[in-house]
């Protein structure tokens, strides 16, 4: 075999190879953080005008586990108002599995979710509400077990 058949060799496994990358990349998803990224992001100042506001209460709404739910208590100050909001539980490696609600504490101040809408894994807990025309919102990593 000569040289000129060894470079046409090398070059079809060079081009076989470029082909295989591009085919996988073409098939990978790939999770943008919402969406409407770029909408989102022009609405951010109400998120660091909720998490100043959300800073000023006496403690912040605390998300932790049960053995059937994950229990959400907001504080105190908090129950009995007229609160509007949403809880998200935003999954960083699939979006698929995000969970959205309302949030609708009871008289006590708690709100339980089903263990049974999760799967194992980390979520960040993002709860954005309003009350008396002021927007709250707060961050929170959950591990779910």
Do not use: C
């Not at 506001?53 to 932790?64: C, E, I, Q, R």
């Not at 490696?93 to 894994?121: A, E, N, T, Y």
Request: hydrophobic residues 40%; charged residues 20%; positive net charge.
């Amino acid at each position: 075999m000569n040289w000129g058949h060894k470079i046409i060799i090398v070059f079809v496994i060079f081009a076989a190879g470029i082909l295989t990358l591009v085919t996988k990349s073409m098939r990978t998803r790939v999770d943008m953080v919402t969406p409407d990224y770029y909408g989102e992001e022009l609405k951010y100042q109400q998120v660091i005008d909720g998490k100043e506001n959300a800073g000023k209460l006496s403690a912040p709404v605390a998300v932790s586990q049960e053995d059937t739910a994950v229990l959400i208590s907001v504080p105190a100050e908090l129950r009995n108002k007229q609160i509007t909001g949403k809880v998200t539980f935003y999954r960083p490696s699939d979006s698929g599995k995000d969970i959205f609600m309302p949030l609708q504490p009871d008289q006590s101040g708690r709100q339980l979710v089903s263990r049974q809408l999760f799967i194992r894994g980390q979520y960040k807990v993002k709860i954005a509400w309003t009350m008396n025309d002021q927007p709250y919102y707060q961050e929170q990593l959950v591990n779910i077990n």
